[in-house]
């Protein structure tokens, strides 16, 4: 069984920053692709981040590339999510999430297990 269980997170002003982590337990975090999906009210998921084990990537949508960076630490088990100059539009519930592949999956849709999900406001 595999679980994800995130961090950070919060309330900022445009143009501040946050990060998350999210830690994985139960396997191992080596061959699993791992990402960062997130919610608007309203709107669909949303994959923004996503990375591989074997160095493929990392990959950043468009609405998040030279702003946020996902980051991952084998040893730790843990990825994160660096966001800086944050705007109102980045206001969403983050999800890490995780599926055991070699690929870099951009598609919210191919990942298996899911955190429970943490809420970032930013206000104007």
């Known amino acids: 069984q595999v679980q994800l269980t995130e961090s950070g997170g919060g309330s900022v002003q445009a143009g501040g920053s946050l990060s998350l982590s999210c830690v994985i337990s139960g396997r191992t975090s080596e061959s699993y692709a791992m990402g960062w999906v997130r919610q608007a009210p309203g709107k669909e998921r949303e994959c923004v981040a996503a990375?591989?084990?074997?160095?493929?990537?990392?990959y950043h949508s468009d609405a998040v590339r030279g702003r946020f960076a996902i980051f991952r630490d084998n040893g730790k088990d843990t990825t994160y999510l660096h966001m800086n100059m944050l705007k109102p539009e980045d206001t969403a519930v983050y999800y890490c999430?995780?599926?055991?592949?070699?690929?870099?999956?951009?598609?919210?849709?191919?990942?298996?297990?899911w955190g429970q999900g943490i809420q970032v406001t930013v206000s104007s």
């Open positions: 990375s591989t084990w074997v160095g493929r990537g990392p």
């Open positions: 999430a995780a599926t055991p592949s070699n690929t870099l999956l951009r598609n919210a849709q191919a990942y298996d297990y």
